[in-house]
């Protein structure tokens, strides 16, 4: 592992001051072991460390950087934002034209804005359960919905790249209610449905699942949890917090449901419509959205929630992501996902390589498409270890986590994708050499 000074001291100083010396846990690196990488400052589709080390990026900030790092249109937006007032407590016109630019692309009719995805998520189903008068909700194993105490439940992302078991300082009577089910089941859907039909106020997925890995839904699964939810009288909430505005406009719901002609009730957004700032939303049918207040009795609210400066960084940033930069998106997605498979075949190891749109990730040790947590948790992992720091070491920043997808932006160019090619090769020897001792 290369050296990386300017960053342990940082790190040293982080631990005595914040739990674990970070801010969200699976940037501390417990997954991959070594000090974790301070990043002084970015473009396009690199990073510069507080080491004055240079890597390509493929985690842009979980996905927000759908264009690229500081990119100047987006800069120079915000500045001007800035200058006006940073905060103002009061409705200003760049949330409505954020909310506008949702509806104009999403399936949604109307959307509130929050300031995470976790916010989102939470006042989603807050929001269903109002609606419906209903308490029981429906999540599936390794889906990743936020930090909410009741959909925490055989959560995947941090929970699972951590090891963690159910979560401490969540009651039990909290996911009392949280039916819990296996990815891509439908037998496990109908039957959770004969048995609490009436009791559901809402089923939740991702729209295709990112958090133990891509776990793309099988074809018409998400069509089928909708004409369930709408058989019992429930909500169905599609989560495209990570794949709203990414891998299609319109999310994965322009990959399938638009294809397959079906509509979420309740939808959740976050990552890129934020621009790289804290901004997410929710929102769906208006009869639905209209229970929450101060037109309906569902109450929900938020002090910096349609942050004049974040609607500015998102509302630019979707303006800027038009056909031909999701044209760019799929192609160097696909070139990578080549890279990758040339890398990984020479050297005999077994793997799933799956995606979902541009979005993917690997599965280490397995030989058989994973669909479901189960699946995700069986791979060797422990492989992953020495081949991100290879590809950390040979300047390519990759999710320090086994269990989370690689995202790539319409600012990788063939400079960057050179870099990730010569590091490719080491790296996958690393891995395929690897035991569970080293």
Known sequence: ????????????????????????????????????????????????????????????????????HAHPEV?????????????????SEPEVLLAEEIVDRTSAESVRMVSSG???????????????????????????????????AQAGSGVVTLGLPETPGVPAHVTADTIVLPYNDRAAVEAAFAEHGDQI?????????????????????NQFLSQICAQNGALFISDEVMTGFRVTRAGHWGLDGQREGWTPDLVTYGKVMGGGFPA????????????????????????????????????TTLRLADAAAYERLDAVSAQLQSLVRDALDPTGLPYVLQNAGNMFSVFWGVDAPVTDFAGAQAQEAWRYKPFFHAMLDAG??????????????????????????????GAARAAAQATTES
Not at 28 to 37: C, D, Q
């Open 201 to 221: 106020a809402c089923l939740i997925t991702e729209a295709a699942a990112g958090n133990m890995g891509v776990v793309p839904p099988e074809p018409g699964f």
């Open 75 to 91: 800069i120079a937006a915000v500045g001007e934002a800035a200058a006006r007032g940073t905060s103002f407590g009061t409705p």
């Open 396 to 425: 390519v920043y990759l999710p320090p986590s086994a269990f989370e997808c690689w995202f790539v932006s319409a600012a990788h160019d063939e400079e960057a994708l050179s870099r990730i090619a010569e590091a490719l090769p």
């Open 280 to 315: 997410a939303a929710f929102g769906g049918r208006r009869d639905v959205m209209e229970q929450l207040a101060p037109v309906g009795p569902v109450y929900q609210a938020g002090t910096l929630s349609g942050n004049p400066i974040a609607t500015t960084a998102g509302l």
């Open 1 to 68: 592992m290369t050296p990386t000074p300017a960053s342990q001291q940082l790190f040293d100083r982080a631990r005595a001051v914040s739990p674990g010396g970070v801010n969200s846990p699976v940037r501390a690196f417990r997954a991959v072991g070594g000090t974790p990488i301070f990043m002084a400052s970015g473009r396009g589709a690199w990073l510069t460390d507080v080491d004055g080390r240079r890597y390509v990026d493929l985690v842009g900030s979980w996905g927000p950087m759908l264009l690229g």
């Open 118 to 152: 976790t916010e989102a998520t939470m006042s989603a189903i807050r929001l269903a359960r109002g609606f419906t008068g209903r308490n029981k909700i429906v999540k599936f194993a390794g889906c990743y919905h936020g930090h909410v105490d009741a959909l925490l």
